[in-house]
């Protein structure tokens, strides 16, 4: 059974750069049939997909935050991160990591973590 | 981006009873190769979502089979045969054709 978890600071300043990491247990991340993906929800809303990592290299990202984020993969540690710089308080979210299933046009998320609190302010 | 609306908003049921929730997309979700990149989560009060069904209609495993997916191209709907307690929590849909993957707002599901 695949298990993710998130883990990172709770608490991020403007303008700084929020990062979180999500370990995999259970399976390889360099899995080439999977894909690493993450998602956010503020307080009280919807999911947005932020984006999608896969073991080739390739990132997908949400235009609406093209611009500010990366996905990264560590084999090494089977993990990856998200990075997004220049944080505001529209970034106060849960950030979920989650497994995209699977082969070449991914169509689940399969198996997510518990999610972690990030909150951007001074 | 796909525009994904759910209806209704919020959804009190009554345990034994059927539910249904309807999604539908700005554009066909329908592939060339017969799929239909639509996937049901069911997100519990304060848990991560766990998908239910993908693939338009495909039960996920271990989903009871109280719960089934129907449509094609840009109207699907979530049915529950007969609602249990441990069924309550938002339902969102997801189109998984084209990046940004998007979301439906949610559909509350509470016991009347």
């Known amino acids: 059974q695949v298990q993710l978890q998130e883990s990172g600071p709770g608490l991020v300043k403007p303008s700084q750069t929020l990062s979180l990491t999500c370990t995999v247990s259970?399976?390889?991340?360099?899995?080439?049939?999977?894909?690493w993906s993450w998602i956010r929800q503020p307080a009280g809303k919807g999911l947005e997909w932020i984006g999608r990592l896969s073991t080739s290299g390739t990132t997908i990202y949400n235009p609406s935050l093209k611009s500010r984020v990366t996905i990264s993969l560590d084999t090494s540690n089977n993990q990856f991160s998200l990075n997004l710089i220049s944080a505001t308080a529209a970034d106060t979210a849960v950030y979920y990591c989650?497994?995209?299933?699977?082969?070449?046009?991914?169509?689940?998320?399969?198996?997510w973590g518990q999610g972690t609190l990030v909150t951007v302010s001074s | 981006d796909i525009v994904m609306t759910q209806s209704p908003l919020s959804l009190p049921v009554t345990p034994g009873e059927p539910a249904s929730i309807s999604c539908r997309s700005s554009q066909s979700l329908l592939k060339s190769n017969g799929y239909n990149y639509l996937a049901w989560y069911l997100q519990r009060p304060g848990q991560s979502p766990q998908v239910l069904i993908y693939?338009?209609?495909n039960r996920a495993s271990g989903v009871p089979d109280r719960f089934s997916g129907s449509g094609s191209g840009t109207d699907f709907t979530l049915t529950i045969t007969r609602v249990e307690a441990e069924d309550v929590g938002v339902y969102y849909c997801?189109?998984?054709?084209?990046?940004?993957?998007?979301f439906g707002g949610g559909t509350k599901v509470d016991i009347k």
């Open positions: 997801m189109q998984a054709l084209q990046a940004p993957l998007t």
């Open positions: 693939l338009g209609s």
């Open positions: 989650a497994r995209e299933a699977s082969g070449w046009h991914p169509y689940m998320h399969d198996f």
């Open positions: 259970g399976g390889s991340i360099s899995s080439d049939t999977d894909h």
